[in-house]
């Protein structure tokens, strides 16, 4: 774990899925845990929808526990990083999340309230 420190941003895989967040594998056998709240901005009723088991994804390591070779980690982190590299110009960065921001909050079922 010593090649990783807070701040990296560095890519493994979905390892499992629980309802409080996700563990991510990363080739040195190392895991850490995204928590459901550092998803993404915003509520996330369930994970599922954002990720699955198997996916390989970027993410910045926000907290580690050396002796016990864990780590926390944001995928919520990558956003901003994504946003800071579009810079804050217009509506760009609003109109490319709007598509996202309507789906999460639209009935699953097809019917509306």
């Known amino acids: 774990m010593a090649k990783f420190k807070v701040g990296d941003v560095v890519e493994g895989t979905v390892d499992g899925i629980q309802k409080y967040g996700a563990f991510i594998k990363f080739p040195d056998e190392t895991q850490g845990l ?6 993404t901005h915003g509520f996330v009723k369930d994970i599922n929808d954002y990720l699955h088991v198997g996916q390989k994804i970027k993410v910045e390591i926000v907290s580690m526990e050396e002796d016990k ?5 944001s995928l919520r982190a990558m956003e901003d990083h994504e946003n800071s590299e579009e ?6 960065p609003l109109r490319k999340k709007m598509p996202i921001w ?8 097809g019917i509306s309230e």
Request: glycine share 8%.
């Open 34 to 39: 995204i928590h459901i709240s550092e998803v």
């Open 69 to 73: 070779k864990r780590m926390s980690l």
């Open 87 to 92: 810079g804050k110009a217009g509506f760009e």
């Open 102 to 109: 309507i789906d999460a909050f639209l009935p699953k079922d």
